[in-house]
C-alpha cells in the first residue's frame, strides 16, 4: 500500500544529543514537509522540501536540519541546539501536505 | 501571527445533531482550504477541502462552507456519530511560485455523546 512511513513511533533521547526522525514515502511524491505538534497547539512547519536536493525553513526552523537526497525520503534531524525539542513530529507529502504519517513521538530527558 | 485560528478549543455535540466547526483566517492570499481528522499519536487524515472560488462543498455527512469576505470557513457534520469523535484542524493553502504549503489553525476537539 502507498503511504509515509515515520520511525521510530517513540524516541528518547538525553538532553544535548542529536536525533534523527525518519521520513519515507513511496507516493511518487515530489513535495515532502515536517510538522510539529505540541499540546494545544496546532500543527506548525519545520521544513518543507518541493524537490530533490532543494528544501526551504518553514515557520520555525531553528535547531532543526533535513535533507532531501532521493525523492522518497526526507529525515529531519533535531540538534541540541532546538530548546524544547520534546514534540510529536509528522511528516507528510503531496501537494500541499494532504497525506500524513502516523507520527513520533520525541522525548528528550 | 496565528493566520489561521480555531477560536472554540471543544465542542459536545450530541449523536444525530449537527456538529458545526468553525475557522478564521486573515491571509487573503489562501487559495485552498482544507478540514483534517486526528486522533491521539496518529498523524492528520484528510477530511474535506475547498477551492478558495467555491463557497460550499459536500461529500456524504460533510459539508464545508466558505464565506471569502469574512474569511471565514465552517465544516458541517450531519448527523453526527461516536466516531466522528476526535481533534478537527483547518488548513489554509498558500503558495510561492512552485512551493505550496499548509498553516493550520489550533484545532476543536469534538466529543459526541449517546
Known amino acids: 500500500d502507498g503511504g509515509i512511513t515515520q520511525s521510530p513511533k517513540y524516541l528518547f533521547r538525553k538532553e544535548g544529543q542529536n536525533v534523527t526522525l525518519s521520513c519515507e514515502q513511496n507516493l511518487n511524491h515530489d513535495a515532502m514537509y515536517w510538522y510539529r505538534q505540541d499540546p494545544g497547539q496546532g500543527l506548525r512547519l519545520i521544513y518543507y522540501s518541493q524537490i530533490v536536493n532543494d528544501f526551504q525553513k518553514g515557520d520555525i526552523a531553528e535547531g532543526y536540519s533535513v535533507s532531501r537526497e532521493k525523492k522518497e525520503s526526507f529525515p529531519l534531524t533535531v540538534t541540541s541546539a532546538q530548546k524544547n525539542p520534546t514534540a510529536f513530529y509528522l511528516c507528510a507529502s503531496g501537494p500541499g501536505g494532504y497525506t500524513f504519517g502516523s507520527g513520533t513521538r520525541l522525548t528528550v530527558v | 501571527d496565528q493566520q489561521v485560528k480555531q477560536n472554540s478549543p471543544s465542542l459536545s455535540v450530541q449523536e444525530g445533531r449537527i456538529s458545526i466547526l468553525n475557522c478564521d483566517y486573515t491571509?487573503?492570499?489562501?487559495?485552498?482550504f482544507l478540514w483534517y481528522k486526528k486522533y491521539p499519536a496518529e498523524g492528520p487524515t484528510f477530511l474535506i477541502s475547498i477551492s478558495s472560488i467555491k463557497d460550499k462543498n459536500e461529500d456524504g455527512r460533510f459539508t464545508v462552507f466558505l464565506n471569502k469576505s469574512a474569511k471565514h470557513l465552517s465544516l458541517h457534520i450531519v448527523p453526527s456519530q461516536p466516531g466522528d469523535s476526535a481533534v478537527y484542524f483547518c488548513a489554509a493553502r498558500s503558495r510561492a511560485g512552485t512551493a505550496s504549503k499548509l498553516t493550520f489553525g489550533t484545532g476543536t476537539r469534538l466529543q459526541v455523546t449517546l
Open positions: 491571509n487573503s492570499m489562501f487559495d485552498y
